[in-house]
Nanobody, 118 residues
Framework: QVQLVESGGGLVQAGGSLRLSCAAS????????TGWYRQAPGKQRELVAY???????NYGDSVKGRFTISRDNAKNTVYLQMNSLKPEDTAVYYC????????????WGQGTQVTVSS
């Protein structure tokens, strides 16, 4: 069992920055990838970024060059540094953890709201 808790969301002006944190606890040894997804009102949840247990990263096209995902293994925390924020980035951001076992469902945090004003 893995628990994920997001923090760091808030209101920021366009062009500003935020850093989101996802603190993981529980049986995290089996996690092969962690990442961030977001969902805006009326839209489907979309991938923002993820990082594997080997440190390989991947980003959604809309955030490439602006967002950076990182991981602090000692703190069991994944970060999302969000720069050059746009109003289109406004969404609830969810932390995600993918178990190694294929028949086990992904873990999700409760979400943190990011609002970017124009």
């Amino acid at each position: 069992q893995v628990q994920l808790v997001e923090s760091g969301g808030g209101l920021v002006q366009a062009g500003g920055s935020l850093r989101l944190s996802c603190a993981a606890s529980g049986s995290i040894f089996s996690i092969v990838a962690t990442g961030w997804y977001r969902q805006a009102p009326g839209k489907q949840r979309e991938l923002v970024a993820y990082i594997t247990s080997y440190g390989i990263t991947n980003y959604g096209d809309s955030v490439k060059g602006r967002f950076t995902i990182s991981r602090d293994n000692a703190k069991n925390t994944v970060y999302l540094q969000m720069n050059s924020l746009k109003p289109e980035d406004t969404a609830v951001y969810y932390c995600n953890a993918e178990p190694a076992e294929l028949n086990e469902s992904d873990y999700w945090g409760q979400g943190t709201q990011v609002t970017v004003s124009s």
